[in-house]
């Protein structure tokens, strides 16, 4: 902690003090074995090819959908009745015209 009596090189010799610490800690630190290194990258393999399966697990399931619903929108396409020609249009309309007339006469 700064007090008001700190001078410059106070502070800067306690944070030299400090690197040096936090060097020789992590020079005591024991190196890391051969066979847990191996461990390590077994199972970050393990785990890399699983999470690949589950993503392929999932867009399989996101194309299926995605075809069924086209599948769907194709089947109620078809199911539409076709749009009316020309001369369809004018008999149904004719026809139209002929029973208002029809039921105006009576």
Request: charged share 45%.
């Amino acid at each position: 902690m700064k007090s008001p009596k700190d001078t410059f090189q106070d502070r800067v010799g306690r944070a030299a003090e400090a690197k040096k610490k936090a060097l020789d800690a992590l020079r005591a630190k024991p190196p890391v074995d051969d066979k847990v290194l191996a461990d390590r990258l077994a199972a970050r393999l393990k785990r890399e090819a699983a999470e690949a399966e589950k993503r392929a697990a999932r867009k399989a399931a996101i194309d299926a959908a995605r075809e069924a619903k086209a599948a769907e929108a194709a089947a109620k396409l078809a199911a539409m009745p076709a749009p009316l020609t020309e001369a369809e249009k004018k008999l149904a309309r004719d026809a139209r015209y002929a029973a208002r007339k029809s039921r105006a006469k009576r």
